[in-house]
Nanobody, 124 residues
């Protein structure tokens, strides 16, 4: 069974940092298409990061502040979030699916495997 599980989020002060992890089981995460999404109350789910077929993209709202890294031995992807802002407050989701040729997308419908989501709150 293919599954991804996010680590717990948390409460962070503005300007602070937090690392989220996404652990996969049933498949090799490094060979799959990966996406990180977030959803704030009352808003649509938006893409934060995606990777596929050598392409990687960060949303403009997080570029320069968020960074992805992968530990293939642990079959885990990490989302390092720095200089967090109150507008980063949301439920964060890791998503994965089989790769295809070409750029990844920020379309939630393009990913079949989702984590349970984890709350990140940025507030003083």
């Amino acid at each position: 069974q293919l599954q991804v599980v996010e680590s717990a989020g948390g409460l962070v002060q503005p300007g602070g940092s937090l690392i989220l992890s996404c652990a996969a089981s049933g498949f090799a995460l490094g060979s799959f298409r990966i996406g990180w999404f977030r959803q704030a109350p009352g808003q649509d789910r938006e893409g934060v990061f995606c990777s596929n077929d050598g392409y990687t993209y960060y949303a403009s709202s997080v570029k320069g502040r968020f960074t992805i890294s992968t530990d293939n031995a642990k079959n885990t992807v990490y989302l390092q979030m720095n200089n967090l802002k109150p507008e980063d407050t949301a439920i964060y989701y890791c998503a994965a699916d089989r790769p295809f040729i070409g750029p990844c997308t920020f379309e939630p419908k393009d990913y079949d495997y989702w984590g349970q989501g984890t709350q990140v709150t940025v507030s003083s």
